[in-house]
């Protein structure tokens, strides 16, 4: 059973910090995504990753997969309270045979941004 | 967004009882999947389907069953309710799995007391 670990469970800070979540496993996958989730409505895809070290830029959101591919950050620099949500990383596939796109998801980090 | 639609949205039931939860789309994708979401577990695949009459089980299925009769909905069933089943019950969706993302929907949260 593939298993990811993603921390910090809650972070809570003031506007204009960066913050950075990690997700960690000792499985590889073949893709490693990235979501945020608003209360009441289902997880929204922010970027998927699939190379070792690739790295992703989505305006302040920084997101990198690792070399071995078990592990992915998510980078946030100055960040707003427009940022406020969860946010789960989930891995896909095993690096061999087919998966269907099931995907294993961390526990999610919920980030609270205050003006 | 995806045409994705939860039915019901929110649901109480008592222990015991089948529920039928609904998920209805209108892309035409052949993968459907559940997930349920709980607090410190982030998303947990039960079922999932790779077309018509075409399912198999995911994570965690014990306690839940699934029926795919047409492209467009994919039925989920809790023969008998448990308390351990309380939880908000997501649908996602897509087209190709390998290079397009899951769609998620609204959810439908169920409490079974």
């Known amino acids: 059973t593939q298993l990811l670990e993603q921390s910090p469970q809650f972070l809570s800070i003031q506007e204009g910090e960066n913050l950075t979540v990690y997700c960690n496993s000792s499985?590889?996958?073949?893709?490693l995504q990235w979501y945020r989730q608003e209360p009441g409505e289902g997880p929204v895809l922010l970027v998927t990753?699939?190379?070792?070290?690739e790295v992703k830029k989505l305006k302040r959101l920084t997101f990198q997969f690792g070399d071995a591919r078990k592990d992915s950050s998510l980078h946030i620099t100055a960040a707003q309270p427009g940022d406020t949500g969860l946010y789960l990383c989930?891995?896909?596939?095993?690096?061999?045979?087919?998966?269907?796109?099931?995907?294993?998801f961390g526990q999610g980090t919920i980030l609270t941004v205050h003006p | 967004d995806a045409g994705i639609t939860q039915s019901p949205r929110h649901k109480v039931t008592e222990t015991g009882t089948p529920v039928t939860l609904r998920c209805h789309q209108t892309?035409?994708?052949?993968?459907m999947y559940w997930y349920r979401q709980d607090p410190g577990h982030g998303l947990r695949l039960i079922h999932y389907s790779y077309g018509v009459k075409d399912t198999d089980k995911g994570e965690v299925s014990d306690g839940y069953s699934v029926s795919r009769s047409k492209t467009e909905d994919f039925l989920l069933t809790l023969e008998s309710a448990t308390s351990s089943q309380t939880s908000v019950y997501f649908c996602a969706i897509s087209e190709d799995p390998y290079n397009s993302p899951l769609h998620f929907g609204n959810g439908t949260r169920l409490t079974v007391t």
């Open positions: 499985s590889v996958f073949s893709s």
């Open positions: 990753v699939v190379t070792g070290g």
């Open positions: 989930a891995g896909g596939g095993d690096g061999g045979g087919t998966s269907y796109g099931k995907l294993t």
């Open positions: 892309e035409n994708h052949r993968y």
